[in-house]
């Protein structure tokens, strides 16, 4: 072991009042561990990552709304090229009022 590794473990060991076997058996149990992925976040960590997936949801759902507010306005414009749309067909019912009156001022 380098003299600086042992010199860390004998400072860090010393901490936690353990002996240097000790402390580093729960190194290396510590390592095994966290390469099977079984080790505690702290509470920061957690809070952030959930941040981040509240964040990455939001944006999510910010871009489903943009797509469809951009794939309407495309239909509606296709959709006036090609003269199909509600805004040119004939008015019906009460709208019709304006003809009536005009053939009442007219007679």
């Not at 010199?7 to 058996?25: F, M, P």
């Not at 794939?71 to 509600?86: E, I, K, Q």
């Not at 805004?87 to 019906?92: G, M, R, S």
Request: glycine share 8%; aromatic share 6%; hydrophobic share 40%.
């Amino acid at each position: 072991m380098h003299p600086d590794t042992f010199q860390r473990v004998t400072y860090w060991a010393s901490k936690r009042e353990l002996s240097e076997n000790e402390y580093l058996v729960e190194a290396i149990e510590e390592k095994i561990a966290r390469e099977n992925g079984d080790y505690d976040l702290p509470t920061l960590e957690i809070a952030r990552l959930n941040q981040l997936v509240d964040e990455l949801g939001a944006l999510s759902r910010n871009t489903a709304n943009l797509e469809r507010v951009v794939t309407g306005g495309f239909d509606s414009l296709l959709g006036l090229t090609r003269g199909d749309s509600y805004l040119l067909d004939a008015e019906a019912g009460d709208l019709d009022v304006p003809d009536t009156a005009a053939a009442v001022v007219g007679s």
